[in-house]
């Protein structure tokens, strides 16, 4: 009862991963782009890295669509390692996230939710998504009426376009696709 859970960094899970496919967009990725999954190690400090899939199970070519939908964790490892993790911050914070700001602190593990994030910030970089890339900062107050009508205050959004509106599209068909995600959630 004492945290404010809105405002309070957490790690997001999975629900970070579509802002690492939207990046790979931006890179020349394409749903239809094929990744392999399978167990793969990845260097790290000390001891080499190997996300695992949920399941345990490993489903071999598969398409970054599916991926996404599926939510695989070894894929979703292997795109960050290819779009590089320097320009998904980049892109985080655009989006208005603002507690990802030590590149130094976050690895691979960062595409599944490795970072602490604010879910006011993380419903604001979905919204991003939904308004075909326009970015708003997030507002509590709309507008603030004296108690016989008249009007103080109105707010008036200005919205900045921080991601090509086709790009958000993409990332919006793929997470509405429910046929892609059959195969791994019926």
């Known amino acids: 009862g004492q945290v404010n859970v809105a405002v309070r ?5 999975s629900a970070f991963k579509p802002f690492v496919y939207t990046q790979a967009w931006r890179r020349g990725y394409t749903p239809s782009s094929i990744l392999f999954d399978v167990a793969t190690k990845f260097p790290g400090n000390g001891q080499a890295y190997e996300p695992k899939n949920y399941d345990l199970s ?4 598969i398409s970054l669509r599916k991926s996404l939908q599926g939510s ?3 894929t979703a490892v292997k795109l960050l390692y290819l779009v590089g993790v320097g320009p998904v911050l980049d892109l985080a914070s655009d989006l208005g996230y603002t507690t990802l700001t030590d590149p ?7 595409v599944l939710g490795g970072g602490e994030v604010q879910l006011l910030e993380h419903t604001a970089a979905y919204a991003t998504l939904a308004n075909e890339g326009e970015y708003f900062e997030p507002t509590a107050i709309l507008e603030v009426t ?3 009508g008249d009007v103080l205050y109105t707010f008036e959004p200005e919205g900045n ?6 790009t958000a599209r993409i990332t919006t068909n793929v997470l509405s696709d429910d046929n892609a995600r059959a195969f791994a959630f019926g």
């Open 72 to 74: 695989l964790n070894i």
């Open 9 to 13: 960094p957490r790690q997001p899970g």
């Open 104 to 110: 130094d602190r976050y690895g691979l593990s960062l």
């Open 58 to 61: 490993e489903r071999g070519p």
């Open 161 to 166: 376009q921080v991601l090509d509106e086709n």
């Open 146 to 148: 004296t108690s016989g």
